[in-house]
Nanobody, 115 residues
């Protein structure tokens, strides 16, 4: 069974930064592309980033492009999301997930952006 554990969330002021981590286990992490997705209160899951299995390509929606950077360390089975210039609209619970199945995700990590 795929196991994903997100961490690194917290409270940050607008314009601040956070680095999220996702520890993966029980599957061949290095063989799969990975997504970060988020869910704000009262909204559905929204796509935040994608990275290929080898980390060679990354993709972002316009809403976070230039501010967020996804990376991975396949030796550590860990996915990262560096978030800079955070805005109140970025506040959400953030999850890592397989692109083919967002329902398989961890418990998430809460990001709050507020002054």
């Amino acid at each position: 069974e795929i196991h994903l554990v997100e961490s690194g969330g917290g409270l940050v002021q607008p314009g601040g930064s956070l680095r999220l981590s996702c520890a993966a286990s029980e599957f061949s992490f290095s063989s799969f592309p990975m997504d970060w997705v988020r869910q704000a209160p009262g909204k559905g899951l929204g796509w935040v980033s994608r990275i290929t299995s080898d980390g060679g390509e990354t993709h972002y929606p316009n809403s976070v492009k230039g501010r967020f950077t996804v990376s991975r360390d396949n030796a550590k089975n860990t996915l990262y999301l560096q978030m800079n210039s955070l805005k109140p609209d970025d506040a959400a619970v953030y999850y890592c997930a397989l692109p083919t199945n967002w329902e398989t995700r961890g418990q998430g990590t809460q990001v709050t952006v507020s002054s």
